[in-house]
């Protein structure tokens, strides 16, 4: 039996064999039209009926971009300028944040703080160049722990000069949907204060590719890239490959130094991505897993078969690695510093905190549906850590003083960690985001070399819209 645990009470993982889609294949790269030899893009938000769950379950009116869940592949070269014209097809207002790119402030997408929310009916041109190759996804900034989990996502690719070589590409862009004993979305549970005290709305029904348990065809000796991004509300992911080598090749889009994973597994917190590369050595004919394994129980979230004949005996073992991206380093040694201090939810503790200009009591706050604090403060995108004087080193500590890991994401930047609980580390990847575990302090370093006002929030988007969510500016 498959069974996840959403927090303490366990559920049962719904059998339904169904999927969105007919294939595990995502839909092409929506056909960039070009305007003025620009890639053009159009994305149109709106309701979709889907049979969520599976043919012998009930239909439920999820949010999709072009209806399709994942939205189109948006898919660009390195530097190469491009259009995206978002038409909100909701009935309600909407916005298109590309997560991890290096952008200009006034393409991101965060409104109220780089742009006003599009209205329904509106439309919103973002124009955008992509610094860094890599594996990035968009989604909506406004209302987004609704519109996320209605479907409103999709996976956003920069392809590298010069392309690596394998033989396959493998997308699973994983999500967590949370449906009803009947199979339909949990719609009643939206807003939540259970879910916004505790870890945020934690799903019990996987998807890949929009898709429940889908079927990728390889073949014996093939070399696969498997790009994998968690799109989930709230719950941190671990994908393990049994039986496969894996090698990591980025991380939320950026080169790491190739390295062979530990046991085959990946751990992704909400908005994470990583490029792996997948030796394809199974037996010809022969159906290997994906499992996600988070829980400790494995579950099984997609299906690797074989076909009867391979293409190599063996897939080759050179050493492939990704060229590192632009990226300025930052000074480990001096830079500006900004605390944030992380308290309130569940088990935490909080007594108070300031909020609309007032200090009001933990049951005021509750009461209002807000339950966490950024350094004393509900942390709204008003919220402001300060401003820092661009080119100059950040050194960001966050000290999370809840009793829940959050897994913070930085706009416009990417950061290493430099040290954790006080004490350096080095040479850690860049991120965009990363899951700040319970009770620890991490230092974060960058180079705020982009002008402008930038997010800084938890991706579990149910604590984003309970009090976790600041900006700072560069200017
Ligand atoms: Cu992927 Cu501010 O978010
Ligand atoms: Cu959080």
């Given at each position: 039996?498959?069974?996840?645990?959403?927090g303490t009470t366990?559920?049962?993982?719904?059998?339904g064999a169904?999927?969105?889609?007919?294939?595990?294949?995502?839909?092409?790269?929506?056909?960039?039209a070009?305007?003025?030899g620009?890639p053009?893009?159009?994305?149109?938000p709106?309701?979709?009926?889907?049979?969520?769950?599976?043919?012998?379950?009930?239909?439920?009116t999820?949010?999709?971009?072009?209806a399709s869940?994942?939205g189109?592949?948006i898919?660009v070269?390195?530097?190469?300028?491009?259009r995206v014209?978002l038409?909100?097809?909701?009935s309600q207002?909407?916005t298109?944040?590309?997560?991890g790119?290096?952008?200009?402030n006034?393409?991101?997408?965060?409104?109220?703080?780089?742009?006003?929310?599009?209205?329904?009916?509106?439309?919103?041109?973002?124009?955008?160049?992509a610094?860094d190759?890599g594996t990035?996804?968009?989604?909506?900034h406004?209302?987004?722990?609704?519109?996320?989990?209605r479907g409103?996502y999709g996976?956003?690719?920069?392809?590298?000069?010069d392309?690596?070589p394998?033989?396959?590409?493998?997308?699973l862009?994983?999500d967590?949907?949370?449906v009803t004993?009947q199979?339909?979305?949990d719609?009643d549970?939206?807003?939540?204060?259970?879910?916004r005290?505790?870890?945020?709305r934690?799903?019990n029904?996987?998807?890949?590719?929009?898709?429940?348990r889908?079927?990728?065809q390889?073949?014996?000796?093939?070399?696969?890239?498997?790009r994998?991004?968690?799109?989930?509300?709230?719950?941190?992911?671990?994908?393990a490959?049994p039986g496969?080598?894996?090698?990591?090749l980025?991380l939320?889009?950026?080169?790491?130094a190739?390295?062979?994973?530990?046991?085959?597994?990946?751990?992704?917190?909400?908005?994470q991505?990583?490029?792996?590369?997948?030796?394809c050595n199974?037996?010809?004919g022969?159906s290997?897993?994906?499992?996600?394994?988070?829980?400790?129980?494995?579950m099984?979230a997609a299906?690797?078969?074989?076909?009867?004949?391979?293409l190599?005996?063996?897939?080759p073992?050179?050493?492939l690695?990704?060229p590192?991206?632009?990226?300025?380093e930052?000074?480990?040694?001096?830079?500006?510093?900004?605390?944030?201090?992380m308290?309130?939810?569940?088990?935490?503790?909080m007594?108070?905190?300031?909020?609309?200009?007032?200090?009001?009591s933990?049951?005021a706050?509750?009461?209002?549906g807000?339950?966490?604090?950024?350094?004393?403060?509900?942390?709204t995108?008003?919220t402001?850590?300060?401003?820092?004087?661009l080119?100059?080193?950040?050194?960001l500590?966050?000290?999370?003083?809840?009793?829940?890991?959050?897994?913070?994401?930085?706009?416009?930047?990417?950061f290493?960690?430099?040290a954790r609980?006080?004490?350096?580390?080095?040479?850690e990847?860049?991120?965009?985001t990363?899951l700040?575990?319970?009770?620890?302090?991490?230092?974060?370093?960058?180079?705020?070399d982009n002008?402008?006002?930038w997010?800084?929030h938890c991706?579990m988007?149910?604590h984003?819209?309970?009090?976790?969510?600041?900006?700072?500016e560069?200017?």
């Amino acid at each position: 039996m498959i069974q996840r645990s959403p927090g303490t009470t366990r559920r049962r993982f719904l059998t339904g064999a169904g999927a969105l889609a007919a294939s595990a294949a995502l839909p092409a790269p929506l056909r960039a039209a070009a305007r003025a030899g620009i890639p053009h893009w159009d994305l149109s938000p709106g309701p979709i009926s889907r049979q969520l769950a599976g043919p012998e379950y009930g239909e439920s009116t999820l949010w999709a971009y072009n209806a399709s869940i994942p939205g189109p592949i948006i898919r660009v070269d390195q530097g190469q300028p491009f259009r995206v014209r978002l038409t909100n097809g909701l009935s309600q207002a909407t916005t298109l944040h590309c997560h991890g790119l290096r952008l200009r402030n006034a393409m991101d997408g965060v409104p109220g703080l780089t742009q006003s929310p599009t209205a329904p009916g509106e439309t919103f041109d973002y124009e955008i160049t992509a610094p860094d190759a890599g594996t990035f996804w968009y989604h909506p900034h406004y209302q987004s722990s609704e519109q996320v989990a209605r479907g409103l996502y999709g996976l956003l690719i920069v392809d590298e000069r010069d392309p690596l070589p394998v033989d396959r590409e493998i997308l699973l862009v994983v999500d967590d949907w949370r449906v009803t004993p009947q199979g339909l979305l949990d719609t009643d549970s939206f807003g939540s204060l259970g879910d916004r005290s505790h870890g945020g709305r934690f799903g019990n029904m996987l998807t890949v590719n929009g898709e429940i348990r889908p079927r990728f065809q390889l073949r014996r000796g093939e070399r696969a890239r498997v790009r994998m991004c968690n799109t989930a509300n709230a719950r941190p992911m671990t994908f393990a490959f049994p039986g496969h080598d894996v090698t990591l090749l980025a991380l939320d889009g950026q080169p790491v130094a190739p390295e062979e994973l530990l046991g085959a597994e990946i751990a992704l917190a909400p908005g994470q991505r990583a490029d792996l590369l997948l030796d394809c050595n199974g037996p010809d004919g022969s159906s290997a897993q994906i499992h996600e394994v988070s829980t400790g129980q494995a579950m099984l979230a997609a299906h690797l078969d074989y076909a009867d004949t391979p293409l190599r005996e063996r897939a080759p073992t050179s050493k492939l690695a990704l060229p590192a991206n632009p990226l300025p380093e930052p000074n480990p040694l001096d830079g500006h510093v900004i605390d944030l201090v992380m308290e309130g939810g569940a088990m935490g503790g909080m007594r108070q905190a300031r909020y609309q200009g007032q200090m009001q009591s933990m049951r005021a706050l509750a009461d209002a549906g807000q339950f966490w604090a950024f350094n004393g403060e509900i942390g709204t995108l008003g919220t402001s850590l300060g401003t820092v004087a661009l080119g100059r080193t950040v050194h960001l500590t966050i000290h999370n003083d809840t009793a829940f890991a959050h897994a913070m994401h930085l706009h416009g930047h990417h950061f290493r960690v430099i040290a954790r609980n006080g004490q350096s580390v080095r040479a850690e990847p860049w991120r965009d985001t990363e899951l700040v575990p319970r009770g620890e302090r991490l230092t974060l370093a960058f180079v705020a070399d982009n002008p402008g006002k930038w997010a800084l929030h938890c991706h579990m988007l149910e604590h984003a819209a309970s009090g976790m969510m600041a900006h700072f500016e560069v200017v």
